[in-house]
Each structure stands twice: as structure tokens, then as C-alpha cells.
């Protein structure tokens, strides 16, 4: 419900996927804020993600996108790791940790993010949980601890004026798809603890 903070050597969460079907595109990473609803992360400056379907990174753009690893699919768990002071990212699947995938990126804000353009069940564990990736547990990276001392996320609906949680759309208030502005990529800023998104 914060940005991610600055003061440990490394911040890292986890998200699995639970469901979705092929033609899904889900992108895991971070961003700024705000940042729109509309985009993947990665689409947009100082955000960086890797996609489902093809298994690239980006970062900044859509042109940037580069080969990272394979796809992933329904059951992967995606780790996402960020080092403040030297303001870089890497990626983690079904707990074996990939390349260095960006730099850079210390001076900004940065939010857990994921974003779907279609179906998808994914949960995401900022350290309520144990990880699937080791050497995080060991070595105490969770954005939330084990035992709950945080405050909780607001209500969903209460949280005007606040960083805590932006998503782009209200149930009942969607768009037709015969309005030009509409997309169907479905994006969410994600906070707090024990989160599990429905798209």
C-alpha cells in the first residue's frame, strides 16, 4: 500500500499464476505513479515488466522489449526483486533467479504491478507467506512480514487521495467496447499484504 521502501538492501514479492487461459497476456514488474490503467508495465517510463506470452522484459517502452526467458504459464510463480540503491530489478521463476534484468532505477517511487489484458487469477505473496525462492526467506526480503504489523490495505473504494490502491475500473462502470477509449488491458497498482487479484 506504499511504495516500495528504501532502506534494506533488496525488496521482494512473489506472485503465482492460478489461472489463465492462452490467449492472456499478464505482465509482472513495477511502476510509478500514476500510471495508466490502460498500459502494461513497461509500456511507460519507469516501469519495467516481463509478459507471459513470450517471456520478454521491458522497460520505458514497447520497443525495448528484449528476450528475458520462456513463457509462463498457469502454476508459474514470478518473483520480483529490487535493490534501492542501485535501483535494480530481477526476476525470479518457480524459485530459480534470472539475469540482472534493468538498472537504473533508484530515483523513482516504484509500486508492485501486474496487469492482464484478459481472464486471469493471479495471488500474490509480499511475505505473508513463505516464497518459493529460498534464498528471500533466508535472507528476510518480504515487503510484509510473517507475522502482520502492517496496517491493512483500505477498503476497496475508500482509497481517495491515497497511493494505495488504483484500479482502472469500477465494477458497473466499464466502458462498451464500442467506446473508442476503451481497452482491454486491465491494470492494477498493487499494496499491503496477502492480496489476491481476480482480472
Not at 535472507?139 to 475508500?158: D, E, N, R, V
Amino acid at each position: 500500500n506504499l511504495p516500495l521502501p528504501k532502506s534494506n538492501d533488496i525488496y521482494y514479492w512473489e506472485s503465482k499464476i492460478f489461472s489463465k487461459p492462452e490467449a492472456t497476456t499478464i505482465a509482472i514488474g513495477l511502476s510509478t505513479k500514476p500510471y495508466p490503467s490502460f498500459r502494461f508495465p513497461g509500456y511507460c517510463k519507469h516501469s519495467v515488466a516481463i509478459f507471459s506470452q513470450d517471456g520478454f522484459k521491458c522497460y520505458n517502452h514497447p520497443l525495448n522489449a528484449q528476450s528475458y526467458g520462456a513463457p509462463f504459464v498457469k502454476g508459474d510463480v514470478v518473483g520480483v526483486g529490487f535493490r534501492p540503491r542501485t535501483g535494480s530489478v530481477f526476476f525470479t521463476r518457480n524459485g530459480v533467479r534470472m539475469a540482472e534484468a534493468f538498472t537504473g532505477l533508484q530515483s523513482y517511487n516504484l509500486f508492485p504491478t501486474i496487469s492482464a489484458d484478459g481472464a486471469a487469477e493471479v495471488h500474490v505473496n509480499f511475505g505473508q507467506a513463505g516464497f518459493v525462492f529460498i534464498e528471500a526467506n533466508v535472507k528476510k526480503w518480504g515487503l510484509a512480514p510473517m507475522i502482520g504489523t502492517l496496517a491493512p490495505p483500505p477498503a476497496y473504494g475508500q482509497d481517495k487521495d491515497s497511493v494505495l490502491i488504483e484500479a482502472c475500473n469500477v465494477p458497473g462502470t466499464e466502458p462498451k467496447d464500442t467506446d473508442p477509449s476503451f481497452s482491454k488491458t486491465h491494470g492494477l497498482l498493487i499494496g499491503g499484504a496477502g492480496l489476491q487479484l481476480h482480472f
